[in-house]
């Protein structure tokens, strides 16, 4: 069928320059992985929530699917179209303008493309803090980190980017706008809506601008490398690092030795904080008013003396800051290892990661006893990013295919059975689709399949992604 009529239609909603066709979308059409593929007929780049309107209404009229295109720095597909349908990507790359910051009311107003780190430096410029910070804060946008429901390593103090977000401003599917940017911290006049679309990966619409939490900005920030005697007690020293810093720990990141000495040969630049070689390290962040090296001194001091760590370096200046996070940021395995990749954005209660950690690896090696089971992320809040790389063979080998299957669920099942999540901030989108169902009741599902039906009953936005409405209401398209 051909579908001149609407993308001519679109190309006079939006003129030449918000317009991406031919060879030039392919790079939208796929994930920053590589993992996920898609066809396009079009990308659309509106400047204003009117034009994104019109390109819904034009959408909605001809029947085509809607794929909402934030930084595209997402690891489970969400961003990509998927099967067989006629889709048009909306990108909101465009719309990057921040619209005010608002130091007295703590907020910032922001369209739904502008990047992370244009936020932080706003809010630093008016002596205020931004929470939302992970490591693609260089080109992750507002809205896409809204779609998710994002994470990231200050999670232990702020929370996820639910609880970062006063209001919302949105296109409903029907091409409508809702104008939701109020910047109340209470409001108890009835549904809170903006609830719907934080983590909706764009299936019930298309968040345009928000409304943003500042913070006040610490005038003292230090962070610690630091080398960990065994994993058994990672929790002690948790529990240390909260009693001497209170409120004042803002992250609490756990580093596995084995990509830490990859990343530390793959990139140069970088450099040990301490010399002291560990299967596991802890980065430890204090903030506050006040100093913080004494409190530093303190734990570590406590932790020495009760044996929870061999060594640590407290980073005395910018530079040692910054190599301390971009350490952070390049031990993701996915950067270092070459192999297929299984992942896992797990999220357990935080009592509980130790032994789940050693009952993943157990499990795993049972299968197969040369399997490794790598694992990074943000002890504070309980959720761990975790992989396995497989290897002696290819995808497309049915043995091999076999076999990735059955390690997917079991650790799957595994998490599960700690009352945990096999999504905790990246999303569900292609790569968890069918996984999920495994997590919820379908109770849950139904609810979730009553309200994308009632906002989208033509289903035409994001399809093939989270999960398959029809199958926990066959009824709704009767």
């Known amino acids: 069928m051909s579908h001149e009529t609407a993308l001519a239609e679109i190309r006079a909603a939006l003129g030449g320059k918000g317009l991406v066709e031919g060879e030039d979308l392919a790079p939208f059409a796929q994930d ?12 659309a780049r509106p400047q204003s929530t009117e034009e994104v309107a019109a390109v819904v209404r034009i959408c909605a009229k001809h029947g085509l699917k809607i794929v909402s295109q934030g930084g595209n720095t997402g690891l489970c597909g969400g961003a990509v179209p998927r099967g067989g349908a006629p889709s048009v990507i ?3 790359a465009r719309m990057n303008k921040i619209l005010s910051v608002d130091p ?38 507002v809205g896409g980190g809204i779609s998710t429901n994002a994470g990231g390593i200050n999670v232990l103090r702020f929370g996820n980017t639910r609880d970062q977000v006063l209001g919302i401003e949105a296109v ?64 002690e020293l948790f529990v240390l690092a909260r009693s001497v810093a209170s409120e004042g720990l803002t992250a609490f990141e756990l580093v596995p030795g084995y990509t830490y000495e990859k990343a530390l040969a793959q990139y140069p630049v970088l450099t040990r904080p301490v010399q002291t070689k560990a299967e596991w390290y802890v980065i430890v962040r204090f903030s506050g008013q006040q100093p913080v090296s004494d409190k530093f001194e303190t734990f570590f001091e406590q932790a020495m ?6 060594d640590g370096a407290l980073a005395q ?17 996915l950067k270092l290892m070459k192999s297929k990749m299984l992942k896992w954005d797990a999220s357990v209660p935080i009592d509980r990661i130790v032994p789940f950690l050693g009952e993943a690896q157990r499990r795993a090696t049972a299968i197969r006893d040369d399997l490794r089971v ?51 901030e990246h999303g569900v ?50």
């Open 374 to 424: 790598i694992a990074f992320g943000h002890v504070g809040d309980g959720n761990l990013h975790m992989s396995i790389f497989p290897e002696g063979g290819q995808p497309g080998d049915a043995a091999f295919d076999a076999l990735c299957k059955r390690i997917v669920s079991e650790i799957d099942q595994l998490i599960w059975s700690y009352g945990g999540s096999i999504c905790a």
């Open 90 to 92: 909306l990108s909101l």
């Open 172 to 235: 409903l599917p029907d091409g409508r706008i809702w104008n939701g940017l109020r910047a109340l911290r209470k409001d108890s006049s009835g549904y809170d809506l903006k609830h719907l679309f934080i983590g909706a990966e764009g299936t019930l619409g298309v968040v345009t601008k928000a409304v943003l939490k500042l913070h006040p900005r610490p005038a003292y920030e230090q962070s610690m490398w630091a080398s960990v005697t065994e994993l058994d007690r990672l929790m």
């Open 317 to 333: 200046n910018v530079a040692q800051e910054n190599n301390i996070w971009n350490l952070r940021d390049e031990i993701p395995p």
């Open 104 to 141: 007295d009311r703590y907020t910032v107003t922001a369209e739904a493309g502008v990047i992370l780190q244009s936020i932080h430096d706003a809010a630093a410029d008016v002596n205020r803090a931004f929470s939302m910070d992970w490591g693609a804060r260089g080109s992750a946008t």
């Open 429 to 478: 989108g292609v790569e968890n689709y069918e996984r999920v169902n495994g997590q919820k009741d379908p109770i849950e599902f139904e609810m979730m399949a009553g309200i994308r039906r009632l906002f989208d009953p033509q289903g035409l936005f994001n399809p093939g992604k989270m999960f398959d409405p029809e199958r926990y209401l066959p009824h709704a398209a009767e």
């Open 305 to 310: 003396e009760a044996g929870l760590l061999t």
């Open 32 to 43: 920053i992985r590589g993992a996920y593929k898609g066809e396009a007929l079009i990308v």
